[in-house]
T-cell receptor, first 115, second 119 residues
Framework: NAGVTQTPKFRVLKTGQSMTLLCAQDMNHEYMYWYRQDPGMGLRLIHY???????AKGEVPDGYNVSRLKKQNFLLGLESAAPSQTSVYFCASSRGTSGIGETQYFGPGTRLLVL | AQTVTQSQPEMSVQEAETVTLSCTYD???????LFWYKQPPSRQMILVIR??????QNATENRFSVNFQKAAKSFSLKISDSQLGDAAMYFC????????????????FGQGTILTVHP
């Protein structure tokens, strides 16, 4: 099992360009999340999905869109990149059950630099 | 909304010594879970230990243990016999026990504490 994978690992964009970050998980998890990590602020939730075909906004959704057309994939899109979106992006997935056994598994992260 | 605060931006410890990382949180919920994640330079987020709020017994995982004080809303991490491989950023995180409504299983993270281990 690969767990949670993210593509690409690193990307440089110019202001105004668009791109899509891909997250894939092979654990048959229902819930998937996109976080961003900025210095001194920990990880903050951008968008999440509780199942195939569903998406919802998290804490910092502005400037991002997401799609979950297949259960195993969760895409994060930047339509018009801004320097404020320079960050490290993490995808995570979980089974979607209650209880302490509910653990979020994280991908390795994507470092995005917007010039 | 829940908040998590880690008041120590950086901590250091000598190899083989013990270090404690602090975490406080604010919530109006009575049922929740708390976690410590480790992020080494590789950036991979690794779950270190987790605690159920309704359990009074503190969680322990080998050299890692927590001091959970529910009334004080405090959740500190103790690392015993520190090793060079423990050097990393450590994040405290909160998750509601409920997976519906505004909770949806999301993790709320603190700002992180950078731990340096000196040989």
């Amino acid at each position: 099992n690969a767990g949670v994978t993210q593509t690409p690992k690193f990307r440089v964009l110019k202001t105004g360009q668009s791109m899509t970050l891909l997250c894939a998980q092979d654990m048959n998890h229902e819930y998937m999340y996109w976080y961003r990590q900025d210095p001194g602020m920990g990880l903050r939730l951008i968008h999440y999905s509780v199942g195939e075909g569903t998406t919802a906004k998290g804490e910092v959704p502005d400037g991002y869109n997401v799609s979950r057309l297949k259960k195993q994939n969760f895409l994060l899109g930047l339509e018009s990149a801004a320097p404020s979106q320079t960050s490290v992006y993490f995808c995570a997935s979980s089974r979607g059950t209650s209880g302490i056994g509910e653990t979020q598994y994280f991908g390795p992260g994507t470092r995005l630099l917007v010039l | 909304a829940q908040t998590v605060t880690q008041s120590q931006p950086e901590m250091s410890v000598q190899e083989a010594e013990t270090v404690t990382l602090s975490c406080t949180y604010d919530t109006s919920e009575s049922d929740y879970y708390l976690f410590w994640y480790k992020q080494p330079p590789s950036r991979q987020m690794i779950l270190v230990i987790r605690q159920e709020a309704y359990k009074q017994q503190n969680a322990t995982e080998n050299r890692f243990s927590v001091n959970f004080q529910k009334a004080a809303k405090s959740f500190s991490l103790k690392i015993s016999d520190s090793q060079l491989g423990d050097a990393a950023m450590y994040f405290c995180a909160y998750r509601s026990a409920f997976l519906w409504g505004t909770s949806y299983g999301k993790l709320t993270f603190g700002q992180g504490t950078i731990l340096t281990v000196h040989p």
